[in-house]
């Protein structure tokens, strides 16, 4: 049965003046079914028919008519579209000089005429092939450029979105913390005990699912690119303090004990304490979480970081389960835990893991492993003494400010006034509902800007100042507030999602709050701020040098 001829793959054009020399060029590669020939005995139909065919190799002859053949070299390496065809100069001339002339205007290969078909063929196919297997290459490099550039995309639109998520689910869920608790509290006081244990376990799911958002915003963040470090001298010592203190509760759940050795006091160093307590609590609460009956220790000692810098290197190591080499190339990776059975027994989400890598290496250090199953694991997290700062990012425009009606408030009632910036109305429900009516007026503003016009229009006694706010953030406005002299003095308390304290202090507020607030602390908080002085009714201040006269008129005015 016949088959049809194969396309031609190969496209050769030989440019000569001499008829008889593409003649016997056509009957050298007419065997090659594969071979698509074409001749050009002039320079200008050369050029429009090399832009038409798009040859893959060009045999350009040295002696035309009308040209130069080292000029029609360099002119189709001039045009774009031949720019990269290998050239095969073919001449009668056989001197050194000639074929060096003929390279360095960019021919690829050189052919005394005529050669043998054989070595004509080899020479053809060669450099044809090569060009071609380049095109593919320079393809697929496209097609993986294109592909790179969509997976980033949807990589952003994904971290976007639940950066965006993340934030709006812990609104509602701030509400129902807070709410939560003022409902055990009423129920105390009311005296419907019945309702408090399924009223607590409304608080700790709250909890704990407040956890989990803040974990898949900091995994968010760290894919987004918008990680930023707040970088501050701390001493080291009593960062693993905090931190073991906060740990205790994980220790003793499974009857644990906690062993600090190497140097803990060791220095100081440069860098984001809230992230590195929060590495450090993420691998002591792994190794609690995977011992039981057993030991988790906390190394500190002095290292060198991958870089070659002076670093600290903590260690945590623990006498739990263990994994294999197979389960410990899996850690480190978000959502991922070592296997499915863990997950089920133990619980969690698999991102403490890959959060406190991220962490590490933003702060110029590394995290590794080692573990042998049934004999317990190990992490060792290095950092460098003095961490360098993040590059700046760009920043979007802010929305535009918006208030919300003021309650009343009347100097003479002795009553403090609080300006409360915040964009979440539940907040402003909840201060009202919280803060006693005869000791505390409220007004309120939902973003940065319109919360420095409120607080320069109100004098406010105190302000509560959330950080995620539409526009100017609310360490924006605090920098703000500290610089104008007519509000400097104001008392400034934090509230927030985010786990900041230390850049709190560093920046001089008053206070510090994590959402959902504890309202005890925030009352005994307001408590310390001293009342506004009551003006007297019919008060006068009386001038007077002469004594005697001051005195009479100081009896006459006197109830």
């Not at 639940?162 to 509602?172: C, D, G, I, K, Q």
Request: with cysteine.
């Amino acid at each position: 049965m016949p088959t049809d001829a194969p396309e031609p793959a190969l496209k050769v054009l030989l440019v000569d003046d001499q008829r008889i020399i593409g003649e016997a060029v056509r009957r050298m590669l007419r065997t090659q079914p594969d071979i698509e020939f074409h001749f050009c005995q002039h320079a200008e139909e050369a050029l429009a028919k090399a832009e038409a065919i798009q040859p893959t190799l060009i045999l350009q002859d040295l002696v035309l008519p009308d040209i130069d053949g080292l000029e029609m070299v360099r002119q189709f390496r001039e045009n774009p579209i031949t720019a990269n065809v290998p050239i095969i100069v073919l001449s009668s001339k056989e001197d050194a000089t000639t074929k060096a002339d003929s390279f360095r205007a960019g021919a690829n290969d050189y052919i005394v005429k005529l050669p043998e078909e054989i070595e004509l063929l080899a020479r053809v196919r060669y450099h044809s092939t090569a060009y071609m297997l380049r095109l593919k290459l320079d393809a697929q490099q496209k097609e993986l450029e294109q592909q790179k550039i969509a997976a980033e995309s949807a990589n952003q639109a994904k971290s976007t979105f639940l950066a965006n998520m993340s934030h709006e689910l812990r609104t509602p869920l701030n509400a129902i913390i807070g709410y939560s608790e003022m409902l055990q509290e009423q129920a105390e006081d009311d005296g419907n005990p019945d309702y408090l244990p399924d009223l607590k376990k409304i608080h700790t799911a709250g909890h704990h699912l407040l956890s989990l958002i803040n974990a898949v915003l900091d995994l968010s963040k760290i894919e987004a690119g918008k990680t930023t470090l707040f970088l501050e001298d701390f001493s080291i010592k009593k960062a693993i303090e905090d931190v073991i203190a906060l740990t205790q509760p994980l220790v003793q759940k499974n009857r644990n004990t906690l062993v600090l050795t190497g140097d803990p006091d060791a220095g100081s160093m440069h860098a984001d304490a809230l992230k590195l307590r929060q590495m450090l609590f993420n691998l002591l609460g792994n190794a609690c979480k995977f011992t039981s009956d057993g030991q988790v220790e906390l190394n500190v000692a002095k290292a060198t970081t991958p870089a070659g810098e002076p670093g600290i290197q903590f260690t945590v190591r623990d006498s739990g389960i263990g994994m294999t080499p197979e389960q410990c190339a899996k850690l480190f990776q978000p959502f991922t835990q070592a296997e499915s059975s863990t997950a089920r027994k133990y619980g969690g989400t698999g991102l403490g893991l890959s959060i406190t890598k991220s962490f590490a290496e933003i702060m110029g250090g590394s995290v590794r492993v080692e573990s042998e199953q049934g004999k317990g694991s190990a992490f060792i997290v290095t950092l460098p003494l003095t961490v360098r700062d993040l590059p700046a990012e760009g920043s979007e425009a802010p929305p535009q400010p918006s208030t919300t009606p003021d309650d009343q408030h009347d100097p003479a009632t002795g009553r403090r006034l609080v300006l409360v910036i915040d964009d979440d109305p539940y907040v402003h429900d909840m201060l009202r509902r919280t803060l006693p009516r005869e000791t505390y007026d409220i007004a309120v503003a939902t973003a940065g800007e319109a919360g420095l016009a409120r607080a320069r229009e109100l004098k406010p006694d105190a302000i509560l100042l959330d950080i995620v706010l539409p526009g100017l953030d609310g360490w924006s406005v605090l920098a703000e507030i500290r610089k104008d002299p007519a509000l400097a003095a104001i008392p400034v308390l934090i509230m927030t999602i985010l786990d900041q304290a230390d850049r709190a202090r560093a920046t001089e507020a008053d206070g510090f709050f994590t959402k959902p607030i504890d309202r005890e602390r925030l009352l005994e908080a307001l408590a310390q701020i001293p009342p506004p002085p009551v003006p007297r009714p019919g008060a006068m201040v009386l001038i007077e040098d002469e004594k005697t006269l001051l005195e009479t008129l100081q009896r006459s005015l006197e109830p």
